[in-house]
């Protein structure tokens, strides 16, 4: 690090960039923008990420590709109202980070101590009036289900998903032609929900390995049939036009579509046994 406490946004891209190789300025200002991020500013008006607001970026950066979560859903997590998910919580993540590896354990230290406070942004742990840290707050149970992104509320342009997601405009666009994503205009504006960010972000990972958008229609195809298949089930179920029935249809849809998902799982490590030597 450099030797002033904090790093300019370019020097945070830099020291980013190897883990997370699609990460931008424009994406980090994206992040921002959205409210998960709150680093100070210089009288001129330059950001200053200390360490605790790189851990914290960090974090969210590793739930987006790895997890897929909603922004919603992350922002929620670092105020401490969601549950983690397969990754830790942020304070929980920060806490087991050794101090000697430059992690946010040491960057946590200073902000109790009141060195460094993220304006406006939830502290990881908040320091009690005799100067200790206090518990981390009990969250609240947040269920999933397999026809569920997460609570939703996010619409973006087209530029705010391209730094959201690092994929080019172009490349938004060749998802949405190929009918993985889709705008909703409003007032002569085009805007992409919750889904749309989950989909450009597993586009955006498969297109590290060089996979394609044409080399994704085999899993928009069987996604397909298999909705038109789950459709058939349930349709008599919708049609009796009742709470009881409709609340039926939902739960037997998720139900398919967790056995769906772990079936495909499960033929995927069939085939692949030979590579794995499983």
Partial sequence: MAERPFLS??????LLKD???DITISKIRFLESQGLLDPERTPSGYRKFYEVDVERLRWILRQQREHFLPL????GRLAGEEPGDGDGEPAEELAREPAEEGGAAAARERVVAGRRTPGGAA???AASAGGTEAAVPPYKLYH????SAGPSGVNLTIEELAAASGLRRDQLVELERSGF?????VGGVVYYD????VVANLAAGFLRYGIETRHLRAYKNAADREAALLEQIVTPLLKQRNPQARAQAVETLNELTRMGQSLRAAMVRQALRGLTGG
């Avoid at 919750?194 to 960010?197: F, I, K, M, R």
């Fill in 194 to 197: 919750e889904e749309s960010l």
């Fill in 9 to 14: 946004i370019g020097e945070v891209l830099s």
């Fill in 123 to 125: 502290a990881p742990a």
């Fill in 19 to 21: 883990e997370f190789p």
């Fill in 181 to 185: 994503i889709g705008g909703r205009p």
């Fill in 72 to 75: 919603k859903v992350i922002k």
């Fill in 144 to 147: 999933q289900t397999p026809l």
